[in-house]
């Protein structure tokens, strides 16, 4: 057995340990339940119509939001595929922010702009002297759907727009020669050629929405559950966990459904083209229908950001927000005006040190993995590809609900450690540090390895003078990544915190189940700051990103 | 009777002069190669004509209509690119297919024009295979059976064969030259290599810096290129300034290999203080080895061998001469080497001289 094979126990264990035992133990929980070995559970759910509601409902608002987020994020990625203009980087940067975002963050940013109480409303109702908010889309699923392709449209302009920069020009040149105007070339040879991304798109929107929790949970109101929502209140609420195992189950089903779907035409949309450098396929708006779209864009991607800055806007506004007592309150070391016996401080690193420590966990077992796939028969790699993507696709709801029942007990209790928490972020983390990494080992020339160790670098200073560098944007990506949906995680850390490990988003949660103006601010003072770490992480990463073809 | 006309062309692409006025007209059926060394304008004068650029100023008529400012898919004209461009996402019949589909045609006719195209280029039983299981001269053939199929009166070839090997390349030539020929289509044809000009055209234009230099067939431009550019595009070496120092019977003309001896020619460009220029073919020089027993020829030059490269049937050598480089060949002898020196006699009759610029 060589060094690298035994190099790729250590990820196959920690996903052992980690993620397919406590799995294991929710299917055992439901299939097994007081009276022996049995389907009852499934049984239940499938003879009780408000949880076949809930797959429905589940299925077919994911639906209706991925397609939302593509009628936004197609003409983005077209923005920025074909045009070249003033401040297309830090735009760029900005437009995928929404991604990155902790949901509670984004719910937060809905309801300070959309809620009764929101921005849109109280700016109408003073305006024209009414006593009613005219708008009123708070738990509704309009709010959802609106919350979801803000949360996912930026995938689908990641995705779409890097295929699209590098299509070969003359393919669509081409077309024109041989006769087809504008409207029959987008539709016989660019939306065919686009087809693998859009749909690897779509699938992981899908696949986003389909699990949605925090959004659902703040933004829906009791009225909409999905599937990660019902688990969790089975869970934590109604301690029905046979049936929360069961609901599990089938989430799960759907969601490696949609995985295996994603790598399969993920793989398809780089294989197979003549992709053409970026800068031989933008311009510049030069005539006065590209400048109006240009521009008309640019309009529309600032208005999707409008959450995020009404966020910040409703916390200076709102009474008792941005005011030195509530800084006292958030930066003092005193406890007493907390509800958790727990300083604001003191929340705020729990959630870095965690984020810190998910980091290190998510790139060693991320990067391991990447150069298993990389080397995998191309067989094997579809399946293997989805299969460690599988814990994106479990909600981290069901996650933290395996933590419960597997690892509170002999021989592995972790119930009473921190550890317990990071270990689930850094499962949802390290597919991120994959999807970026892959891209690049893809891409790699193996020569470029080869060609070290006849110039006779051992193997570990190949690794470490040749492919790290190479490799090190790609890293750095995955981690900013691996970074914010460490202190965004809000599913499983509801789950398992305990008291003090309570973590930014989840004292955010707390805070808004605490009645009182006082609480809502504090809920916007902690979401604002949230933002602000999370987005210094992020800003720096269009500076590091791979530049090459591909990309998450 | 000229099918196609351009006057006074212009395209400046951020203030480069890709094509910069340029005029040019060809007849029905002639098969026309605009050669010249990459970035010299050509592909821009294709995308000009086919409408995938619009010109600064200068007009383009074909058949009696005015090109400009028509769409592309409306110009009746047919390019096939230099990266081919066939669609991945379809198979070689949906490739080939393609234009006739854009015309509306019912799918039988369709199915019936396809199958004729595909027997031209000899391509029948590929009708079902994907484009990324075609080898590079199956690619080429292909397309350019894609790029006949809307039948175009006008077809555009830009270096459609310059990603292939040699020995490919030669034969898809004469395939392509005969293809064309049986259909009878006004052709463009562009390419950068002189052997692969002279299999194709009826006539050839020579392109540089977006300037036309030179037209007229490939025997023509043989006999007398215009300039040194042309001469060097077709092939010749031994391009040289020269001043005339004495007019008689023979012309005697001092260079930085040393004196060189020219029969009289009536060209009138030419007069004892003009600075031409004169280039000799390689056959024109005869070499032999330098030996105390073999005394020089008085008109001969003594050269030292600088480069040797073995052609199969014969050396080619760069031979230093004076303060410049003579390029001759002999056949194979074990003293013409690297290093040793040789006599150069140069044939009077063999010098040519340029009217255009070094």
Redesign the interface.
């Known amino acids: 057995m060589t060094a690298s094979r035994l190099l790729l126990l250590v990820p196959l264990a920690y996903l052992a340990i980690f993620f397919a035992y406590p799995l294991g133990s929710i299917l055992e929980r439901s299939l097994g339940g007081d009276s022996g070995f049995g389907f009852d559970p499934f049984r239940v759910l499938l003879s009780d119509s408000y949880y076949l509601e809930r797959i429905w409902f589940t299925i077919w608002q994911a639906v209706v939001s991925t397609l939302l987020t593509l009628a936004v994020g197609l003409p983005v990625a077209f923005l920025f595929a074909k045009y070249e203009f003033p401040g297309k980087t830090l735009l760029k940067a900005l437009s995928t922010l929404p991604f990155v975002m902790p949901t509670i963050v984004v719910a937060m940013g809905f309801t300070a702009l959309f809620g009764s109480q929101g921005i849109i409303n109280s700016v109408l109702m003073s305006t024209f002297g009414m006593d009613e908010p005219p708008v009123r889309i708070s738990n509704s699923l309009t709010i959802i759907f609106m919350a979801h392709a803000f949360y996912n449209y930026a995938i689908i302009v990641r995705i779409v727009s890097a295929l699209w920069s590098n299509l070969?020009p003359?393919?669509e040149?081409?077309?024109?020669?041989?006769?087809?105007?504008p409207i029959?070339t987008f539709y016989?040879?660019t939306l065919?050629?686009l087809?693998p991304a859009i749909i690897s798109g779509s699938l992981l929107a899908f696949a986003f929405s389909f699990t949605s929790f925090a959004v659902v949970l703040v933004l829906g109101g009791p009225e909409f559950a999905t599937l990660e929502v019902a688990i969790y209140e089975l869970t934590a609420k109604l301690f029905r966990l046979p049936l929360a195992g069961a609901l599990a189950i089938v989430q799960l089903g759907f969601t490696y459904l949609f995985l295996v779907l994603y790598a399969r035409f993920q793989e398809q949309s780089v294989v197979?083209?003549?992709l053409q450098p970026r800068a031989a396929t933008t311009r510049h708006a030069t005539r006065w229908k590209d400048k109006i779209f240009v521009f008309g864009m640019i309009l529309i991607l600032l208005a999707m950001l409008s959450p995020l800055i009404a966020l910040v806007v409703r916390w200076f506004t709102i009474e008792g927000g941005f005011s030195t007592t509530q800084m006292a309150n958030l930066f003092g070391s005193d406890s007493r005006g907390s509800y958790f016996h727990l300083s604001p401080v003191k929340i705020i690193w729990n959630s870095l040190r965690f984020a810190l420590t998910t980091v290190v966990i998510s790139l060693v077992i991320g990067t391991i993995i990447s150069y298993c796939i990389t080397n995998a028969r191309r067989k094997w790699r579809t399946y293997a590809d989805a299969l460690v993507m599988l814990p994106l696709g479990v909600s981290a709801v069901t996650l933290g609900f395996g933590y419960i029942i597997a690892l509170g007990r002999p021989p592995l209790d972790l119930r009473g450690s921190w550890l317990i928490l990071v270990i689930a972020h850094s499962l949802v983390a390290y597919p991120f540090v994959i999807r970026s990494l892959l891209p690049v080992l893809k891409g790699m020339n193996p020569n470029v390895r080869e060609g070290a160790a006849v110039l006779g670098a051992t193997p570990t200073k190949i690794f470490m003078r040749v492919e790290l560098p190479l490799i090190a944007p790609a890293l750095f990506v995955g981690a900013t990544f691996a970074f914010a949906v460490s202190m965004g995680e809000v599913g499983a850390s509801l789950i398992l915190v305990r008291a003090e490990f309570t973590t930014m988003p989840v004292a955010i949660f707390r805070f808004l189940g605490l009645p009182g103006a006082a609480n809502l601010s504090m809920a916007l003072g902690m979401s604002c700051l949230l933002m602000a770490v999370v987005s210094v992480g992020f800003i720096a990463i269009e500076r590091f990103r791979y530049k090459g073809v591909g990309g998450f | 009777m000229s099918i196609l006309t351009v006057t006074n062309l212009h395209k400046t692409y951020d203030s480069v002069h890709a094509v910069d006025d340029v005029s040019f007209s060809a007849d029905s059926g002639e098969l026309l190669c605009l050669l010249g060394p990459s970035g010299c304008g050509k592909s821009t004068m294709l995308r000009l004509l086919?409408?995938?650029d619009e010109p600064d100023s200068g007009t383009m008529t074909f058949e009696g209509r005015n090109l400009n400012g028509l769409?592309?898919?409306e110009r009746g004209?047919?390019?096939m690119?230099?990266?081919l461009?066939l669609?991945?996402?379809m198979d070689v019949f949906g490739n080939v297919a393609?234009?006739l589909r854009?015309?509306k045609l019912p799918s039988s006719e369709v199915s019936v024009k396809v199958h004729e195209l595909l027997d031209l280029v000899e391509m029948r039983s590929y009708a079902r295979r994907r484009v990324?299981e075609l080898s590079g001269g199956e690619r080429q053939r292909v397309a350019l059976a894609?790029?006949l199929?809307?039948a175009p009166k006008l077809l555009m070839l830009d270096e459609p064969l310059s990603s292939l090997d040699r020995v490919l390349r030669e034969g898809l030539q004469t395939q392509v030259r005969r293809v064309l020929e049986e259909i009878g289509v006004t052709s463009i044809y562009v390419t950068h290599d002189r052997d692969e000009a002279f299999t194709m055209a009826d006539r050839l234009i020579f392109m540089n810096q977006g300037h036309i230099i030179q037209t007229g067939t490939p025997e023509e431009a043989i006999a007398s290129p215009a300039d040194g550019f042309v001469a060097r595009t077709l092939g010749f070496k031994n391009v040289l300034k020269g001043t005339i120092s004495e007019s008689s019977e023979y012309l005697r003309i001092k260079s930085q290999i040393g004196t060189v001896i020219a029969t009289r020619t009536d060209d009138l460009f030419m007069s004892p203080s003009h600075e031409s220029i004169f280039l000799r073919p390689e056959d024109g020089i005869s070499v032999s080895v330098k030996e105390a027993s073999n005394k020089p020829a008085e008109d001969s030059f003594q050269g030292l061998i600088l480069e040797r490269v073995f052609r199969g049937n014969r050396y080619e050598l760069r031979v230093l001469v004076g303060d410049g480089e003579l390029y001759c060949h002999t056949l194979a002898s074990d003293r013409i080497r690297v290093g040793e020196y040789v006599y150069l006699t140069v044939d009077p009759n063999s010098i040519l001289f340029l009217s255009g610029q070094f």
């Open positions: 070969d003359s393919l040149e081409s077309a024109k020669v041989l006769g087809a105007g029959r016989h040879v065919p050629m087809l197979r083209m003549d | 086919a409408g995938l769409a592309t898919q004209v047919g390019l690119f230099q990266d461009a669609f991945p996402h393609f234009g854009m015309q990324h894609r790029s199929a809307p």
